[in-house]
């Protein structure tokens, strides 16, 4: 019996889209999955490393992952006209925002990606995800770019919004904000990466079919959010594109890494490579 360690983000989103898998609710024809839930940047870091047959990561660490790893048509977090925010204790403008200190989810996540397109200059803070809201509260940092379920829930800490980047980069491209997949180690083999790109899609169509009861497994990892903010969230980040990237989302994807290439931001041209 072959083992495969498929690695995710403990929130709601990737909750819902492995249900069915971490559920036995369909049939993985002999393959055994053991899954480890730990947030993106550290996965982006396993991933580096070349430890996990299957994982989220962020699209910016693709960048420095495509010898190893190829994107698997499933499992896409995109952002349609909507992302990771920006949010400060006061309102501000574009300008005010060049200089200030902002508490980021990491240097591996396409949020800090997109962030240093949309604004070169500032000092970034790496921060837990889980808490970039208390570290703008604090005053540990000017400003926090939210990722996961502080999407939502800002406001209620008396947070404003300065700045939502898919739609800005929806403004820039006309395309989704491509934020992250699941990449499978190429060193596996077709016919295996074949069966595992096939589980995969069943999980997240399963989920869509049944999302009551994914809904329900996905709560415990909602993080505070009601189930109506929590299928919210869900709903922005497992859908159709997280079925497949499609011919649009893929261009986003090339788009998004080229921008980072041509900015310097990344440090070498990256070829993406999806299963097909």
Known sequence: MTTIHVAHSP????????YALAAGKIDTEGLTYIHELQDIETLNHRAMRGELEVTAVSIHAYAYLSDRYALLPHGASM????????????????EEIRGKRIAIPGMLTSAYLAMRMFEPDFEAVVTPFDQIEDA?????????????????????????????????WFGETGLPLPLGGNV????????LTQKI????H?????????????????????RGLD?????????MYVNDWTLDYGERGRRAVRAFLDRGVQ???????????FVD
Do not use: C, N
């Open 263 to 273: 900015s310097g931001l990344i440090t070498k041209p990256v070829t993406v490579e």
């Open 136 to 168: 703008v509260v604090q005053g540990k940092a000017d400003i926090g770019l939210l990722i996961h379920e502080g999407q939502l829930t800002f406001a209620d800490q008396g947070l404003h919004l300065l700045q939502d980047l898919g739609e800005w």
């Open 11 to 18: 929130d709601s989103d990737d909750a819902f889209m492995f």
């Open 79 to 94: 952002g349609d006209r909507y992302g990771p925010r920006l949010v400060a204790r006061t309102p501000m403008t574009r």
């Open 184 to 191: 499978v180690r190429k060193d596996l083999g077709a016919a």
């Open 202 to 222: 069943d999980s997240i169509a399963y989920g869509l079919d049944h999302r009551t009861a994914a809904l329900d497994h996905s709560m415990q990892y909602a």
């Open 197 to 200: 790109s096939r589980h995969l």
């Open 227 to 235: 189930r109506s903010k929590a299928d919210t969230f869900v709903g």
